[in-house]
């Protein structure tokens, strides 16, 4: 789906792209004065609509077409399979920032031991209000199972 829009965004074919992404391959806005491609606002800019657009935008639509087009006997409900989208995978995602998080503090030549760069990293994240975090993310999921479930 992230491919569809960049090649319609690329094209200029704006029927082909939603919103969302529209506002992530438009990039930061200059408010005051051009923003770097490598600076750190473009960089959370991408992050945030990125983000934004994927789950908010791509995930209900792959949900439903994932599921309309699964073919298994006995299939089960989409309900059935909430708990393995939105409860197992939120740990699954909890680790994979943990993991992150080391990989920073490796990339980053920090003194400190992984598990201090972890926690200091989400210090920061807390701290700077750095967006979208885990939990609003998860919520974004659960909305985005929602619209699928309405949806099917």
Do not use: C
């Amino acid at each position: 789906m992230y491919y569809a829009a960049l090649q319609g965004y690329l094209k200029e074919a704006s029927n082909l792209v939603s919103p969302l992404w529209k506002i992530h391959f438009g990039g930061p806005p200059a408010l005051t004065q051009p923003v770097e491609a490598a600076s750190v606002e473009a960089v959370e800019f991408s992050v945030r609509t990125g983000a934004t657009a994927h789950i908010q935008g791509d995930i209900p639509q792959a949900l439903v077409k994932a599921y309309n087009t699964w073919n298994i006997d006995p299939k089960p409900t989409f309900d059935a399979l909430r708990e393995d989208f939105i409860v197992k995978s939120e740990s699954a995602f909890a680790k994979a920032q943990a993991r992150f998080y080391v990989e920073v503090n490796d990339k980053t030549f920090s003194p400190f031991r992984p598990e201090v760069g972890q926690l200091g990293a989400s210090y920061y994240q807390k701290v700077f209000d750095i967006q979208p975090s885990l939990p609003l993310m998860f919520q974004w999921r659960r909305a985005a199972w929602n619209r699928a479930a309405a949806t099917l």
